[in-house]
Each structure stands twice: as C-alpha cells, then as structure tokens.
C-alpha cells in the first residue's frame, strides 16, 4: 500500500473534521486497507493551520490532507493559549514543505503524524514552549513527557500560573478560578504587566488597564496572559 493510496482513502472519506478532538488508536471496519501505510513517510506543503495541533497539508499530487500532531495535545478553541498555539505552529509551518512520519489515523481520518519544519519536530517545541501537553493516552514518548515538566517548572505558556491539569481538562473544570468558557467579553490588558482581566475581576480597574479586547482570543494574540486570580 502506497502513501497516495492512503491519501486517496482518507479524502474519499466524508466525515466531519474536528480540529480539537483527541487522537484515537480505535480501528474503523474497513481500515484495514489504511493501516498498511501506517508509518511512511512523505513530504508535503503546509496549506492551513486550524488550531495549534492541527494541519492541512497538500501532496506531491496535489492531494489535501488534514494532519493532527502526535504525541500532543494543544488549548481548544476559546481556551486561554489557543490563539497563541495556532500562530505558534503557523509561524513554524505555514505555507512551508515539511517532513510527516504516519503514527496513526484518528476517527475524523485524519492522520496522525510527527511532523518536522525545517529541522524542527512541531510536538516538541509545542510542549517546550509550554503551549501543548504531552497527550499521555496515546503518547509514551519519555522526550515529550521531559519536555512538559521542564516547561512546568519553568512556567512557560499555560502552565505560567503553575497549573497542574491537563489543557483538555480545563474547559470542564468547576474549581475556581474561572475557565475560559465560563467568562464572557470584553476583557481589559493591563499594558505594563501584559496581563488581561474579565471586567468582572478585582484588577480590572487597575492604572494601566487601558486596553480592551473582544474575546481572550484577541488579548492572547496581542501577547497578553490570563490573570490568574480570576481566570485561566
């Protein structure tokens, strides 16, 4: 079984694509014919970055196929960091060939792939930047699992205010502080510190809160981190 002939199976596929959804090791009946390409390797161009996770890629043949990172899993939309791991990735990725190592297929058949820019293991520097956490259902890779604790100890990225949880726990979460989902706009930075604050925290009203921002997507792009008395 080829590389195209895997492709072309899973772009016949008319499913729908979750961008933030876990990685499967679950077989679909009819796989069979896919998992006889797991882990080739191929080159392709970088077309699209939905989330920090998640790729769209073209072929040599000019297929388009989604590609969901391995190993990793980053802040889902609407969390705090979400915004930051996609323009993370995009900066590494976009619009640039690189290099995929086939892991697996998940239930959206995507593929699940290392993939490698310009030398650069994408879940790696994810996890190093503390904007993804090593995805241990189906990860056992000692190198990412390194990675996340020293960006733990380092507070780097989302895990800045010391959190302990997993990135795909926090949305459901109902400890205090506030998660993402639960706080609704406008947000105010506070353009010394670079921390932003639901109008409804106690600093909002600070001296330097002076800029504003729609959603936490907007304050996290701008380079502004969640306070952490009051959200996550």
Known sequence: MTMRLLIAVLAASVLSVGAGEPQSSARRTGGGAV??????????????????????????????????????????????????????????????????????????????????????????????AGLASHYTVYSFDPKLAAAEGRAKKERRGMWVNGAAAPVRDALTAKTSPATASDVPGPF????????????????????NCTREFGTQAEAQAAGFRPAGDCLR
């Open 35 to 128: 998992l006889a390409a797991l882990g080739d390797q191929f080159s392709a161009r970088v077309v699209g970055v939905a989330d920090g996770d998640t790729l769209d890629v073209v072929t040599s043949d000019g297929r388009r196929v989604r590609i969901r990172l391995e190993g990793i899993d980053c802040p889902e939309s609407g969390q705090p960091f979400s915004q930051v791991a996609r323009n993370f990735t995009r900066q590494l990725a976009f619009d640039k060939t690189v290099s995929l190592k086939v892991f697996d297929v998940d239930r959206y058949d995507r593929l699940v792939a290392r993939v490698t820019s310009g030398g650069k293991d994408l879940s790696m520097e994810l996890v190093t």
């Open 188 to 207: 105010v930075g506070n353009t010394r510190s670079r921390v932003y604050h639901a109008k409804t925290c106690r600093n909002a009203k600070c001296q």
